[in-house]
């Protein structure tokens, strides 16, 4: 599936970022990563309802083996009929960006931080350069 073909399936919900990665795609709405394309499948970001929901709609987790450990996600595969009704892929998307949004204030909020970026503009305070930049903040 390419990044083309994505963006088409997501055209009833709104523009949206592919961005390569680990074999597969990520796929983004105002920066938040809400979905994911893996072998050709799409799988959308869950909590613990929206597994139930779209398990009843015969939606499987995403999983991958590595180390010989099976690992499960929290993204289940888009069920087949909303890749053929555009409002039903753009209402689950956006329960999916919502669900998305969520993780990402909790996981900020427990880390007690805002999300920054990775190179300081100002010195340590052992007065050494910080990482990747010079002492007078160049």
Same mark, same amino acid.
């Given at each position: %599936?390419?990044?083309?073909?994505?963006?088409?399936?997501? #055209?009833?919900?709104?523009?949206?970022?592919?961005?390569?990665?680990?074999?597969?795609? /990520?796929?983004?709405?105002?920066?938040? %990563?809400?979905?994911?394309?893996?072998?050709?499948?799409?799988?959308?970001?869950?909590?613990?309802?929206?597994?139930?929901?779209?398990? /009843?709609? /015969?939606?499987?987790?995403?999983?991958?083996?590595?180390?010989?450990?099976?690992?499960?996600?929290?993204?289940?595969?888009?069920?087949?009929?909303?890749?053929?009704?555009?409002?039903?892929?753009?209402?689950? #998307?956006? !329960? #999916?960006?919502?669900?998305?949004? #969520?993780?990402?204030?909790?996981?900020?909020?427990?880390?007690?931080?805002?999300?920054?970026?990775?190179?300081?503009?100002?010195?340590?305070?052992?007065? !050494?350069?910080? !990482?990747?930049?010079?002492?007078?903040?160049?």
């Amino acid at each position: %599936m390419t990044a083309d073909d994505i963006r088409e399936l997501f #055209a009833s919900f709104g523009p949206v970022e592919v961005r390569r990665m680990f074999g597969g795609a /990520g796929v983004y709405a105002d920066g938040t %990563m809400f979905a994911l394309e893996a072998g050709g499948e799409l799988y959308l970001k869950v909590d613990d309802g929206f597994a139930l929901d779209l398990a /009843g709609r /015969g939606s499987v987790p995403f999983t991958y083996e590595a180390k010989g450990r099976r690992t499960i996600m929290s993204y289940w595969k888009m069920p087949e009929a909303a890749l053929d009704d555009g409002e039903d892929l753009a209402a689950l #998307a956006r !329960r #999916a960006l919502e669900i998305a949004r #969520a993780a990402r204030r909790a996981k900020t909020a427990s880390t007690g931080r805002r999300k920054t970026s990775a190179v300081s503009k100002t010195p340590s305070k052992r007065g !050494r350069p910080p !990482r990747g930049g010079t002492a007078s903040g160049e």
